[in-house]
């Protein structure tokens, strides 16, 4: 049997977990958690639990998969096999395979790959507890740990979904609204609102993916100040140094 509500949203426009249309989940970041990583960040995003290490640069073997003039951006993310209801199956699969292919390439227009030719800089996301919203997650944790490990990037990149439930459109879904809603589409984008990931399921009509395009940009402001905040509480402190030492 089923267990799709019978409504996702109330008579007062309140999702099921309490949200409006338009809301995220909250979410919390914790970057540098991991000593044997060059860069790390540990993040929450309602029940999404979601770990991201990066390291490099370092040369990249085999040889022959080198870029001469710059460094390649590698992006693995993977579920744990606890992370689920039913567990997972440990290993690649055709969803992680092309979760973790789109996810690097939504890095590429921030990532100064210039300055490492030859090199590469790996990207692990581990996701310990999903609760829909897992690659999008991963991408927002990703981009901190990518800054921890002292990559240079253009800007951040932050990720967000829309989708389509009781015939609204809806931010962030959670787990029953991504099951049983009738879109999902996850959103990577830059401090400049260029789109770096899009990707669909289910149906929604042009005017409706302009709109949620939107939505998600509203949401993917609130999470450039969540990275800001972290990235201020790690290293803002070093203008301040600077200020006292004059
Ligand atoms: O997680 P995300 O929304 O990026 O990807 P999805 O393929 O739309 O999956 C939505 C959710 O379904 C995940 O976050 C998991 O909670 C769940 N899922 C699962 O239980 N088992 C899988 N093999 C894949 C996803």
Redesign the pocket.
């Known amino acids: 049997m089923s267990d799709k509500p019978e409504k996702f949203i109330d008579e007062n426009g309140i999702r099921l977990d309490g949200r409006r249309a338009d809301e995220i989940r909250p979410m919390t970041v914790e970057m540098g958690v991991l000593s044997r990583a060059d860069g790390s960040c540990y993040l929450e995003w309602g029940n999404?639990k979601v770990l991201a290490a990066v390291y490099g640069p370092r040369e990249l073997h085999p040889r022959r998969l080198q870029r001469p003039g710059e460094a390649l951006v590698r992006y693995r993310y993977n579920?744990a096999a606890f992370?689920?209801?039913?567990r997972?199956r440990p290993g690649p699969?055709r969803?992680s395979t092309e979760?973790s292919k789109v996810s690097g390439e939504a890095f590429e227009p921030v990532v100064m790959t210039q300055y490492y030719p030859s090199a590469v800089i790996d990207v692990f996301a581990e996701?310990l507890q999903?609760?829909?919203?897992?690659?999008?997650?991963?991408i927002n944790a990703a981009t901190l740990a990518l800054v921890d490990a002292g990559i240079p990037m253009k800007g951040l990149v932050a990720a967000c979904?829309v989708g389509k439930v009781d015939g609204q459109l809806v931010l962030d879904?959670n787990?029953p609204e991504?099951?049983y809603g009738d879109a999902?589409l996850?959103i990577a984008m830059t401090e400049d609102g260029d789109i770096t990931l899009l990707q669909m399921?289910g149906n929604l009509t042009v005017d409706e993916i302009n709109r949620g395009i939107e939505m998600v940009k509203k949401g993917c402001e609130q999470i450039f100040e969540i990275q800001k905040a972290a990235l201020m509480s790690k290293f803002g402190t070093i203008e301040e140094e600077e200020v006292l030492e004059d």
């Open positions: 999404n579920m992370s689920v209801e039913d997972i699969s969803r979760i996701v999903a609760d829909a919203g897992t690659r999008t997650a991963a979904a879904l787990k991504d099951n999902d996850p399921d």
